[in-house]
């Protein structure tokens, strides 16, 4: 039988993980936290087992989980929503990804995504019969927008952002917010696919969010994930906002993909937001991002600026002349560390020797992977 994706094998994310547990190396590789989740959070979610919450919800999600996200959005980003029919809760941010591009992509249709990406994007572009337009962010990881705007097209239907950006760390300013908009609104059949799942995860400057631009409410769609902002990952929860008009086309998909999701965890979501404050967020990470940074220094790597995210990226020149991939394995092998090689975010293969750190540890982890770290 054709393979429907056959570029498509085992994700570097799952290969260096499996890659750390066959040789014992401490892993910094997949993005997720080690260590444990809000009490807080936990004593909900035994209190919410116990209430009558396991059926269907209705499919958009829970009306008080719907109301809580809304207010999330309106106390960080000063927009109202109308929370009956602008709001999707979904499976984590993949499924809001999956389903929003399968809705909207048709056969013919071409998606710009900036590289290096996230590996979700481009096998739901080609599963819903699209065109994926792979174009290359600078060298410094952001995006140069004379290069995307002169790639787009009047068959190109959607552009896909993600900032703060996986895997580099950087978080893009005002000037790219506002190149962004030029573009979208110079370009009048584009659709905005912005994923923003590491939206609270920040440092010495706020990020800008897509829902501070009302001239492009209409035409796009903002993806998040609970799984980043509460350490949850492996909950797989998330939601996307979106005008009414995409919503209905996303709905009818959502609708055949999962129905709705999760019920207790929603529950436990909508009366866990009522008393968390996501603001402390990115000081949490930033405290991290600096341990990480500081043990560090008397390394060979040269750590390039993170900004956002719990990912920090470095250079390896200095130790080594090999591909980045080959380097990660070797890094895993021989000095217990397994990390993330850059080049498999890019369609091109391009290799600027750079890897990448997962900080999302505890102090313990940290220390003893940069212990190792230094030591090369
Ligand atoms: C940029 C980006 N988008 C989307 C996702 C998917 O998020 P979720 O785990 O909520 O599906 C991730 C997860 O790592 C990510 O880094």
Redesign the pocket.
């Known amino acids: 039988m054709a393979s429907k994706l056959p570029q498509i094998g085992t994700n570097i994310f799952t290969k260096m993980s499996q890659l750390a547990s066959k040789t014992g190396a401490i892993n910094l590789s997949q993005?997720f936290p080690n260590f444990k989740v809000d009490p807080l959070l936990s004593k909900i979610l035994v209190e919410k087992a116990t209430e009558e919450v396991h059926q269907y919800t209705p499919m958009s999600g829970s009306p008080e989980l719907l109301s809580q996200i809304s207010t999330l959005v309106e106390d960080s980003y000063n927009r109202k929503i109308d929370y009956t029919e602008e709001i999707l809760v979904t499976?984590?941010?993949?499924?809001a990804?999956f389903t929003t591009i399968l809705a909207l992509i048709e056969k013919g249709d071409e998606v710009i995504i900036l590289d290096p990406s996230?590996d979700?994007y481009e096998p739901a572009v080609i599963l819903a019969g699209g065109t994926p337009v792979r174009i290359q962010l600078d060298e410094n990881f952001l995006p140069d927008w004379n290069k995307i705007n002169s790639s787009i097209s009047e068959k190109t239907k959607m552009l896909i952002t993600?900032n703060p950006?996986?895997p580099s760390g950087r978080v893009w300013k005002s000037n790219d917010i506002d190149d962004l908009e030029k573009i979208m609104l110079d370009h009048e059949h584009l659709i905005l696919l912005s994923?923003e799942?590491?939206e609270f995860i920040t440092f010495e400057e706020k990020h800008i969010s897509i829902h501070t631009r009302e001239k492009l409410y209409n035409r796009t769609i903002i993806?998040s994930?609970?799984?980043?902002t509460f350490h949850i990952?492996g909950w797989?929860?998330?939601y996307l906002v979106t005008p009414k008009h995409l919503m209905e086309e996303i709905k009818k998909v959502h609708q055949f993909n999962v129905f709705s999701v999760n019920s207790v965890a929603q529950a436990t979501l909508a009366e866990y937001m009522k008393q968390k404050d996501v603001s402390k967020l990115g000081a949490f990470y930033q405290k991290k991002r600096d341990f990480f940074r500081a043990s560090m220094s008397n390394s060979r790597f040269e750590l390039l600026p993170c900004e956002g995210t719990y990912f920090q990226t470095a250079k390896y020149d200095s130790i080594s002349r090999e591909n980045d991939e080959a380097f990660c394995r070797r890094l895993a092998i021989e000095f217990g560390v397994a990390t993330i090689p850059i080049s498999v975010f890019n369609n091109s293969g391009f290799d600027q020797n750079v890897i990448r750190f997962c900080f999302a540890k505890t102090d313990e982890t940290l220390l003893k992977a940069t212990e190792k770290l230094c030591k090369i």
């Open positions: 993005g499976a984590g941010a993949t499924q990804i996230y979700c993600n950006h996986n994923d799942v590491y993806t994930s609970f799984g980043k990952t797989k929860m998330g």
